[in-house]
């Protein structure tokens, strides 16, 4: 199976940034990410054993209970790997210092709880972002990251992980498809 555990964005927070792009979507040659599908992702598993599953949660579980709940904005935004060459657009993230740290110790402990689980994560430092499109190749996009760096959208109080799976090209658009296979809560 294909997970990744996640940060998943309330409605309000969705609904927000879904408006800011709306009216701008078709002036680029993006791939648009489907705004239900936008989340932070902690740690990514390309390939886990279903028999890991139970252990993973339970691993998750005690990782959340380890991290205190703390608030985000969605602000601002870049292109990967820069805006010269753009493959993927985002929105990033932003908060106080604690918050920073609180995340970044969330996805380290989110990579460390599925290690131990034998479903090992994939990946390079941690980058808290939503990816909103893609291309199929290099574009320039230094537009579409000066226009997202002008964007603040609602604070939201992040209290919860997500396990995700990931299904991969269905439908008729060949768009991933998401479940949710459980949820932790951070401790207050």
């Known amino acids: 199976m294909r997970l990744f555990v996640a940060v998943i964005p309330p409605e309000r927070v969705v609904e927000d ?48 209970k380890r991290r205190t709940a703390f608030d985000l904005q969605v602000r601002g935004g870049g292109a990967f790997p820069n805006a010269a060459r753009a493959r ?19 996805a380290t402990g989110a990579r460390a709880a599925a290690s131990k689980a034998g479903a090992e994560p994939e990946g390079g430092k941690f980058r808290a972002h939503l990816t909103l499109a893609r291309l199929g190749r290099p574009a320039e996009a230094s537009n579409w990251v000066r226009l997202l760096e002008g964007y603040a959208g609602p604070e939201w109080r992040v209290d919860e ?28």
Not at 24 to 42: D, M, S
Not at 88 to 97: F, I, N, R
């Open 17 to 64: 940034l879904d408006a800011f792009l709306a009216p701008r979507r078709e002036a680029g040659p993006f791939r648009w990410t489907l705004p239900e599908q936008w989340h932070l992702t902690l740690a990514f598993m390309p390939d886990v054993e279903e028999r890991r599953l139970d252990d993973l949660l339970e691993r998750l579980a005690r990782a959340a």
């Open 88 to 106: 993927v657009l985002w929105a990033g993230v932003d908060g106080d210092d604690t918050a920073r740290t609180e995340l970044s110790r969330l």
């Open 161 to 188: 992980l997500a396990l995700v799976a990931s299904y991969l090209g269905e439908g008729p658009r060949k768009r991933p498809r998401y479940e949710v296979l459980g949820t932790n809560m951070l401790a207050r």
